[in-house]
Structure formats: C-alpha cells, structure tokens
C-alpha cells in the first residue's frame, strides 16, 4: 500500500501554510494531535513538580523549599494535573482523533467550535502560569476552599479564572461529541454497533455538558466574594463557607468520572484487540457506562461526612456510593471475562491496561472505604485519601492515557516504537507507582494529615521510602514518552492494521489522510467480530 505522508509533512489543503495550517486547522486529527502535545507539556511539568514535592517529604524540617513555597507547588501540581491534564487529556487528544473515525464520518460537527475549544485550552493553562508571577500562586490547595481562598492574599483571583476557561472548553468539547455522535456516524451504524470507546466519551460528554457549568458559577462567585465580598461563602458577612463545598463536589465528582470513563473505554477497545476474543457483556458494559455516569453525579457528599450533615444525608450519600461502585465491577469482570480462554498476545498496551485494571481496582476498593462513613471519618484527609485518589485518578486515567498512546501511536504516526524500551518504561512506572503510593495508605492508617509541609517522627520511615517510588516512577514516564517520540524521527513503518483491530479507525491507512477513507468504511453487524480477523500480526507487532 501507498504510504500516506504524515501530519507533519503534509500540507494543509486550506489557503493556509507552515504554522498557519496549525493554528487554524479544523482537521479534528490535527486539534487532536496538537492537544496531544500541549497536555504531554503540561503533564511533564505536573510530574517534575511532584517529584519536587515528594523530595522535600522524604525528610522532616525545611530541607530544599520553604512551606510557602510548598503550598504554591502542591497547588500548581493540583490544578494542571486536574484541570490541564486528568480531564481534558483523554477525551481532547483520543476522542479528538479517533471519535470521528470510529463512527465513519470525516470531522466532528462542529469543526470551528473544536479549535475554539483548544485556544481555550491553551488560554487557561496560559492565565495559570501568569497566575505565577503576579502576587504570587495561591497557596490554597486545587480546590480551592473558602474561606481561605477569599481571604488569602496570594493571587486566587487568576488561578480561579483560569479554571473557569478551562471548564469552557470542557463543555464545548462535551457538546460537540454529542452532536457528532447524534448525526454524523454512518447510517448503517445502530446505537448497539457503536464502539466502547465512543460510547464511554458519549457518556462523559454528557457529564461534561450538565454537571461544568454548577463549577464555573461557583468558581465566578469565588471571584465575585474576592473583589465584591457579597457575603456568599465568607462566614464573617453571614455566608457559608459549607455551601461552597456543596457547589464544588456536584461538580468535581462526577468530574472523576470525566477523567475515568474515557479510560475505561480505552480498555475496553485494548482488551478484546490482544485476546482475539469479541468482548465479554458489550451491552452490559454500555449500560454500566450511562449508568456510572448518572449515578457518580449523586454522590458528591461522600467528600463531606466530617463537615457536618444529618445521619439521614450521611446513609443516603454512603448507599449511593456503594452503588456507584456496581457498574465499575461489571466492567471489570466482562474485561476479566473477555480475557478468559482468550488468545493472548502480550503487547505494550495490554500490560499496561493490565495495570490499569489492578490498579483502578485497588482505587476502588479503597474508595467503599471512604465511601463508609465510619471509616471514612477515622481516615478523612489523612495520606490514605492521597493514596486512594491517585489510585484511582494516575493509576486509573494515568495509565490508560499511556496504554491509548501505545495503542493508536502507530495509527496517528504510521510508526511503531521499541517494544523492550516500553516495557522497561511501563514495569518502572508501575513499580515506582506501587513502592511510592502503598506506604501513603499505611501512612494515613498511622493518622499522617495530607496538605501538610512537615510531619512528626513516626511518619518519617514511609514518606523516605516513598520518595525512591516517585524517583522509579518519573524515570518511567519519562522513558515511555521518549520512546515513542524519537520515532517521529524515523521512516513509516505501521500497517493500517498492525494490531489486528475491528473497529473503523484500522480501515484507514497510517497516519490516516485529510478526510480520514480512502474508501468507504464496512460497519460490522458487531464491532468486536474477530471471526474474520486472519491472524498474520506476529511480526509486525514485536516492535521491530
């Protein structure tokens, strides 16, 4: 087959040229790829900054930055891992590419709002780092609780808009992938032949579009209280600063499963790829994706039993988070299942999904823990809760971010990577991973508070050991991203089909050209058909 130029080499058909073609492109493939980019920035920066975190934690007393110092990084950490990287990074740079393709058609619907939607992007993770050097970055933590956020002098007022951006972007993303979903895929494609994939973006976009709006009010109020001082949230005038944590959680929960759900459906396009095997319960694992995401919506209050509610509201928002926790096991037993007497090919993006799977859920058990009030009061906002978040939130969305990139990489360049250097990449990440976040949980069993610049003695064994985790950990990040950039530097050498996958995107060939087929797409009566799938993948699939 003719090879097809890449998106680096080729011209836009526009009247634009050079950088022009980029910046205002309505190709859904470039704003993918240029997201792509943008958030590995930014999630590298996130990682460093961590890692410093970390470092200073590994001894008691002020060793490399003051607490001050401390504060604003935790913060800076938070915001670009939340909103510049965990939300936006599946969704943006995978739904962006692949949605279209998935469905058969050339674009999304709305091809001027989709790079309206990545200057946004951009926009906000711009007005944080100018949040930096004006009055300094606020020291309030990603949440941004009052009534210290209102009364802080640090500069809150920016790092809040800035969110307030990005939560735009999220909602036209969302809005978008709906429309697209609704009235552009192929007429002979029924709601049952729709990839995983797409329907878990279908479900999040909706999340996105109802639940973004309740945490952009709420952020502009937090502004409003800082230069106007209505009285909203700030106890002194009258206010309740409980409210605020209302407001925030309707969003910032369901918020989780925007980061998860696209992850979740990563999987479920990886696994049955790697096990040659039609996946297990596809319309239950459609059905448990609308239903996580209505259900997640209900639970916000699980965040708050030590603020103070009736036993009523603690019962009511307990029982709902078990519930929650239902259609995330269906997913997990029909990816067990689908594994089962499957034909197994081991690959890069199935160890990872692997991971994904054991990590989420350890995540997840973790979280019935604090899901239980009894034991969620014994360790609320101790290092158990830090633990369990990036269980679920790194070793969740984290990894599946990592197995999409090691999954469609040769699809979106025509270039395969080093299989052994992924490996290495993937075995450091998710040791580190382990070695980093066990201790926290034994940490906060031990009643180590999260948030805090210094501890007591006993806390002193856990947190040294903890900071060789983080070390292992961004080394293998860091291998992974870089094996697969240094191929952008070598010749195409991917098949249109180098997995042996079923869905549309693998009739295409690799990079896939301006308006995604050369011919007209065949929809399979079932997406995941492998019965016609001839088995000749071996070479190609070895990373040579």
């Excluded at 997640?296 to 509610?309: E, F, K, P, Q």
Aim: charged share 10%.
């Amino acid at each position: 087959m003719e090879t097809v130029k890449s998106f680096f080499e080729t011209p836009s058909p526009a009247r634009f040229k050079g950088i022009w073609s980029w910046l205002l492109t309505t190709d859904h493939k470039r704003i993918g790829l240029m997201y792509l980019f943008s958030i590995l920035f930014w999630f590298l920066l996130a990682v460093l900054l961590g890692g410093v975190i970390r470092l200073e934690l590994m001894f008691q007393g002020e060793t490399f930055i003051s607490a001050e110092v401390y504060n604003s990084l935790f913060t800076l950490h938070g915001v670009i891992m939340i909103f510049l990287f965990i939300i936006p990074a599946l969704p943006a740079v995978f739904g962006n590419f692949f949605l279209p393709m998935q469905i058969g058609t050339d674009d999304v619907f709305f091809p001027k709002l989709n790079l309206l939607s990545w200057y946004l992007y951009m926009a906000g993770g711009i007005i944080a780092i100018i949040s930096l050097f004006s009055d300094g970055f606020p020291d309030t933590g990603w949440t941004f609780y009052v009534p210290f956020s209102i009364s802080t002098h640090t500069n809150v007022s920016t790092a809040v808009f800035a969110a307030f951006v990005l939560g735009i972007a999220s909602m036209l993303t969302g809005l978008n992938f709906i429309t697209t979903i609704h009235r552009m895929r192929k007429k002979q494609m029924g709601w049952m032949q729709i990839p995983l994939f797409t329907w878990s973006l279908y479900a999040t976009s909706w999340v996105q579009l109802l639940a973004t709006p309740v945490v952009s009010i709420t952020l502009l109020l937090v502004i409003i209280e800082r230069y106007v001082g209505v009285g909203l949230f700030d106890p002194s005038r009258g206010g309740d600063p409980i409210l605020y944590q209302h407001l925030f959680w309707m969003y910032s929960h369901p918020a989780v499963y925007i980061m998860i759900l696209p992850g979740m459906g990563v999987i479920s396009e990886i696994i049955p790829v790697f096990s040659r095997k039609s996946i297990f319960g596809y319309k239950a694992i459609v059905a448990s994706s609308m239903a996580i995401a209505i259900a997640g919506s209900l639970v916000w209050a699980h965040h708050m039993y030590t603020s103070g509610m009736s036993d009523t509201a603690i019962f009511v928002f307990s029982l709902l988070t078990f519930v929650v926790a239902i259609p995330s096991a269906i997913k997990v037993f029909s990816w067990v299942a689908t594994l089962y007497k499957g034909s197994i090919q081991m690959t890069p993006p199935l160890f990872l999904a692997l991971c994904f799977i054991y990590l989420f859920s350890v995540g997840g058990l973790t979280g019935l823990v604090l899901g239980a009030a009894g034991t969620d009061i014994y360790v609320h906002d101790t290092h158990f809760v830090v633990a369990h978040f990036h269980f679920t939130m790194f070793g969740g969305t984290g990894f599946a971010f990592f197995a999409a990139l090691h999954y469609w990489w040769p699809k979106m360049f025509g270039r395969m990577y080093d299989f052994k250097k992924a490996y290495i990449g993937a075995i450091l990440l998710t040791g580190g991973f382990m070695f980093h976040y066990v201790p926290m949980f034994i940490l906060g069993l031990q009643g180590m508070p999260r948030r805090y610049f210094d501890y007591l003695p006993q806390y002193a064994k856990g947190n040294f050991f903890a900071g060789f985790g983080a070390a292992f950990m961004i080394i293998g990040i860091f291998l992974m991203v870089i094996n697969l950039l240094i191929t952008l530097r070598k010749p195409m050498d991917a098949k249109a089909d180098p997995w042996g996958g079923t869905t549309l995107e693998w009739q295409t060939p690799s990079p896939p050209p301006l308006h995604n087929f050369v011919t007209e797409p065949c929809v399979l009566d079932y997406p995941y058909d492998f019965t016609g799938v001839v088995k000749k993948y071996s070479k190609n699939t070895k990373g040579e």
